[in-house]
């Protein structure tokens, strides 16, 4: 997000963030609402300037021309004060094609009224008192002067502004030249056109620049502003890390607390009482794996966090991977009194082979270890034209609210998990997924089961296919799933 600067109904200034777009369209956006900023205070000065004109001009020029010119440039400023109007109405925090398409539409207001200021010298020069002559060109030089300060955040309205009076000036005194006095004329005459076209040069070549200047200080900002905001959020995912590093540490302590504490009750106890060994060493053996168990968890984590270029990538076959886990965990289901099926789909994937495993398996130990009757479905399908690897179980499912939570390390779903494991798994499996760049997603309905698939690229698949979407879930395609007491 990018600074923009925007006015209070009282015309006070705040900056608030804006939509992310590209520098030079900001820079021209806030050059275009600075522009709008100080167009107001102008019109206030040019109203009290035509009333001082008129009071200083009545009764030593024409009273028809001076009317019809203060009429003229009364209208001109009050017609600036309804664009304004409309701009703050419409138009604040506006960026882009309408922003630009409303200065297209309105911006020829401000060089028609600098047309009829200039034009004020058809009606005093050489026809009004010397004195008030020069007040009212002191008038038109600073307006041009003023118009640097003012106009000159928007260059090319600020260019026709001041073209708009230079020109009205040098035909008032073209006029003079030609018609009035004719050529030649007075040398005073010529002399103050040539100091209006140098004045004039002047006055460009200063708009121009202190335009450039504040183009460069609102590029400076944009950059400072990207740079705070860069520097913001990596502090902020700084002090996020630190603050899961805690909390994993804490949860590793808590649930390494237990296992290391009940050897030192079985040790205690096999010290005292040697002749319960036979029914204190399996206890001992449990607790001593549960804590291997977390250790290697804990490593997997910190393996993948540290080493990400442990990845091999390599053709791995389908139809092997799942029968080795096949093999592997075949005789845990039969243990659990559940059944474990596979369906393959021969072909190829770009993989670790050791990773894939690693993470297939950590699935199909979470889905057998939550399922209690029933069985379990390994099988290889196409989702949406992605090959995806899939785990069916009929377990005791996932209600919606956790299904999110369930990838964070040590979650385990409140009054649902059971004895066995750290809420590690899935931790590993998300990690896993990330680092082999294979999307996981899952569906579940609570006391029905479970499905988790991983997408994956074929050898021969575009990888830039679209990911399958969460369609499946318990319930869908039963002609695969694990019939329940199977």
């Known amino acids: 997000m990018s600074p923009t600067s925007v006015n209070d109904a009282d015309g006070s200034v705040q900056t608030r963030s804006a939509p992310e777009i590209p ?65 703050h109405r419409t138009m604040q925090g506006v960026s882009g094609a309408p922003l630009h398409a409303f200065m297209a539409r309105f911006a020829w207001i401000w060089p028609l009224s600098a047309v009829i200021w200039g034009s004020s010298m058809f009606v005093f020069f050489l026809k009004a008192p010397i004195y008030d002559q020069f007040i009212c060109m002191t008038v038109l030089v600073g307006m041009a002067g003023f118009a640097v300060g003012t106009f000159s955040s928007h260059l090319r309205c600020f260019s026709a502004y001041v073209n708009g009076l ?24 010529y ?6 076209l140098i004045y004039w040069a002047v006055i460009r070549i200063s708009g121009k620049r202190f335009h450039e200047v504040q183009r460069a200080n609102l590029a400076l900002q944009f950059d400072n502003s990207k740079l705070i905001t860069s520097l913001t959020e990596k502090s902020r995912a700084a002090l996020e890390a630190v603050e899961i590093k805690n909390r994993f540490i804490a949860s590793a302590a808590h649930d390494l607390r237990q296992p290391v504490h009940a050897l030192g009750l079985y040790a205690d106890w096999l010290a005292a009482e040697p002749q319960f060994v036979s029914q204190i060493a399996p206890k001992i053996v449990r607790s001593t794996r549960a804590v291997e168990d977390l250790f290697n968890s804990l490593f997997d984590l ?20 799942l029968q080795d886990l096949e093999v592997q965990y ?31 398996g950590n699935l199909l130990s979470n889905a057998l270890r939550n399922t209690h009757q029933g069985g379990v479905l390994l099988a290889v399908r196409r989702r949406q034209g ?13 209600a919606q609210t956790h299904q999110q939570a369930i990838f964070q390390e040590f979650y385990r779903i409140p009054q649902q998990g059971t004895e066995e494991g750290f809420g590690l798994g899935l931790a590993i499996v998300s990690r896993l997924s990330y680092v082999l760049n294979h999307p996981v997603g899952m569906s579940s309905r609570a006391g029905r089961g479970s499905v988790f698939w991983v997408a994956l690229t074929s050898p021969g698949d575009d990888a830039g296919g679209a990911s399958p979407a969460a ?8 002609d695969d799933w694990p019939a329940s007491g199977s």
Request: proline letters at 5%; hydrophobic letters at 55%.
């Open 23 to 87: 520098r030079e369209a900001w820079v021209e956006m806030e050059l275009i609402h600075t522009f709008m900023r100080y167009a107001r205070p102008s019109l206030h000065a040019a109203l009290a300037l035509i009333v001082v004109i008129v009071m200083i001009l009545y009764g030593h020029v024409e009273p028809v021309g001076l009317w019809l010119w203060a009429a003229a440039v009364t209208a001109a400023t009050l017609a600036r004060f309804w664009v304004i109007g409309i701009y």
């Open 166 to 189: 230079v020109a009205s000036v040098l035909a008032a005194l073209v006029y003079q030249l030609v018609v009035e006095r004719g050529i030649p004329s007075t040398f005073n005459t």
């Open 191 to 196: 002399g103050m056109v040539a100091l209006v």
């Open 302 to 321: 910190a393996g993948l966090d540290s080493d990400p270029s442990r990845v091999n990538l390599q053709d791995v076959d389908l139809a092997g991977l």
């Open 330 to 360: 075949t005789p845990l289901a039969a243990e659990r009194g559940l059944r474990l099926r596979t369906r393959v789909v021969p072909g190829r994937v770009r993989s670790d082979p050791v990773l894939l495993k690693r993470l297939l």
């Open 386 to 398: 992605v090959r995806c690897i899939e785990i069916w179980d009929t377990g005791v499912g996932i």
């Open 471 to 478: 369609t499946a879930g318990p319930g869908s395609g039963r």
